[in-house]
């Protein structure tokens, strides 16, 4: 030792330099611990990453999401997983040295390489909104089957190099049940489709049926009603008492007929949207008073009062005067059919900007579950077949065509065996 | 024109393709004191118009081969008919029909079914105006 060296000093220095050689010690023994801390903190440190590390490679591997990473400017495959190898039926081993437009079929190859390489999409991004219709996007497995994937990606950095990470789910079945159902829909609309041009078909038949049908009924009547009226005119020969009384009843039954023809051509028209009016300044009372005065010998037959019960003023409206005649000699020809004993009231008022007529009649009456039916063509009420009462059905049907026509309303209120009301509402005319 | 004819009276034409509404022309007018010549058909019709002048025509709407419209349109294009006082017989009281009617140049119209007696009166009226 070097102390031992110099004896002439020995005492003094050589306690202060042992003493400055502990210190020195202590120190460095001071930090070893701490070093060691801090290596066993490193140590741990590495261990969590290490875990961590292990941790997200499994996320990876073990996704039942099939996923793969590629590397931006090349394309080569870097990372698969488990279930993608899996599905695709190639080893992780093969797939790592394949890029990824070998997992498309040949004849898209050219199409995404140059998509991949220059126009592929930064950052997230879901298959479809990057120019590539689902459709067009497709894989195809080692076997050659083909199947249509839905791929959504990312970029990352994979040690430095540029990598995009793909999750892919295979749509193939999700495309075959759209196109089915599409596939459906489509054969259902051409159904529909089709269904509704015989409705249509039907529908003309019926029209061009009821229209001949009124037409061709006219001309015989025309010859019927015209030999009738020179018949009874006496031109051709004096008429007795009896065959004038027969011949009437014969026109009578023309008249009935020829009505019938007229509503029928009537409901023709109107379903087919073509009621024309010929709309004019209308005054109701002088209206109601004429169809009255007209009914009056039928209900006087079965000796019902039929009377114009209560009128208030009301202003004119804008109408037919020939089509509303029409529709109030139904409902009241209706009244009087249904009605036995009694009397059947006609009123007029005025409620706000309407003109109201109602004609109550204390007949038969209708059950209640047929009123919907009521207002429908060729309906016959339970009542007016049970009492046989004599008609086609079309009365009702007619008068609503006609209001309607008018932007009037028609309701009805009855109770079996107590009566039946109607009311109409029309509105009154508005200046201008 | 051979219209005026002293006791004759005048001569009108009527046609119709169904035999028994012309029939019931034909025996309202004779028994109202025209004489009436009887078409089957428009052409007919048309031709006889021209070969007989008569007073007046009476003609049907629905008529096959040319039809009431038409012959109407065609007597308005010669001179000699060009006045011809005409009645058209629509099957239909519908205003489109009275509007064809009046739009092809007939002086009136009358919707089937119609009455002789009106039929009359409206033929005296026709020939009360153009005389």
């Known amino acids: 030792m070097s102390a031992e060296e110099k004896p002439h000093a020995w005492a003094a220095p050589a306690t202060s330099d042992r003493d400055r050689l502990q210190v020195v010690n202590n120190r460095l023994t001071a930090k070893i611990a701490k070093l060691e801390k801090l290596n066993a903190r490193l140590e741990r440190m590495h261990h969590a990453l290490r875990a961590s590390e292990r941790q997200f490679r499994l996320l990876f591997e073990q996704n039942p999401q099939p996923m793969l990473v590629y590397e931006q400017a090349t394309l080569q495959i870097v990372a698969a997983n488990y279930v993608l190898a899996e599905s695709y039926g190639y080893t992780k081993q093969e797939l790592l040295s394949m890029r990824i437009v070998d997992l498309v079929p040949a004849e898209d190859v050219e199409l995404l390489t140059a998509f991949f390489l220059t126009a592929a999409p930064t950052g997230p991004w879901i298959g479809g909104s990057d120019g590539f219709a689902d459709r067009t996007r497709r894989h195809q497995h080692k076997d050659g089957t083909v199947i249509d994937v839905e791929v959504a990606g990312d ?197 706000l900007e309407w003109a109201v007529v109602e004609i109550a009649d204390t007949g038969v009456g209708v059950p209640a579950g047929e009123v919907d ?48 009301s109607i009311r109409v509402a029309l509105p009154v005319a508005v200046a201008g | 024109m051979e219209a005026v004819a002293g006791d004759q009276g005048l001569l009108v034409l009527a046609a119709d393709d169904d035999e028994i509404v012309l029939g019931l022309v034909v025996y309202r007018l004779e028994h109202s004191g025209y004489r009436v010549i009887a078409a089957h058909d428009g052409e007919e019709a048309l031709t006889l118009a021209l070969a007989r002048r008569p007073a007046l025509a009476v003609l049907d709407v629905m008529m096959p081969g040319l039809n009431g419209y038409e012959v109407t349109r065609l007597l308005r294009s010669y001179d000699a008919t060009r006045a011809l006082p005409i009645i058209l017989l629509t099957a239909r009281a519908e205003d489109a029909d009275s509007e064809r009617a009046l739009d092809a140049g007939a002086d009136e119209y009358l919707a089937k079914p119609f009455s002789p007696e009106q039929l009359r009166s409206r033929v005296e009226a026709l020939l009360a105006r153009a005389a």
């Not at chain 1, 429908?376 to 009365?395: K, N, Y």
């Open chain 1, 155 to 351: 970029s990352l950095t994979v040690a430095g190099v540029s990598c995009r990470v793909w999750a892919v789910t295979d749509i193939t079945e999700r495309n075959r049940a759209e196109a089915e159902r599409m596939a459906l829909a489509e054969q259902l609309a051409v159904e529909l489709m089709g269904q509704n041009e015989r409705l249509r078909a039907i529908d003309e038949l019926k029209d061009q049926f009821v229209s001949v049908v009124s037409h061709e009924l006219r001309t015989p009547l025309t010859a019927i009603r015209g030999y009738l009226e020179i018949v009874l005119g006496g031109e051709p020969g004096p008429v007795t008492a009896e065959q004038q009384r027969c011949l009437e009843i014969v026109d009578a039954s023309c008249k009935q007929l020829l009505r019938v023809v007229s509503d029928l051509l009537l409901i023709g028209k109107s379903e087919a949207g073509q009621l024309a009016l010929e709309i004019a300044e209308v005054d109701l009372s002088a209206l109601l008073a004429e169809c009255i005065a007209a009914a009056k010998p039928s209900a006087d037959a079965k000796l019902i009062d039929l009377r114009l019960a209560g009128e208030r003023a009301v202003g004119p409206i804008a109408g037919d005067y020939g089509r509303l005649s029409q529709a109030v000699a139904n409902i009241i020809s209706n009244a009087i059919k249904f009605t036995e004993v009694g009397h059947v009231d006609v009123r007029l008022h005025a409620e």
């Open chain 1, 373 to 420: 039916h009521l207002f429908m063509p060729f309906f016959r009420a339970s009542t007016a077949t049970r009492e046989a009462i004599p008609g086609v059905g079309l009365g009702l049907s007619i008068a609503k065509e006609i209001i309607d026509a008018h932007g009037g309303r028609i309701s009805l209120k009855t109770e079996e065996g107590s009566g039946t």
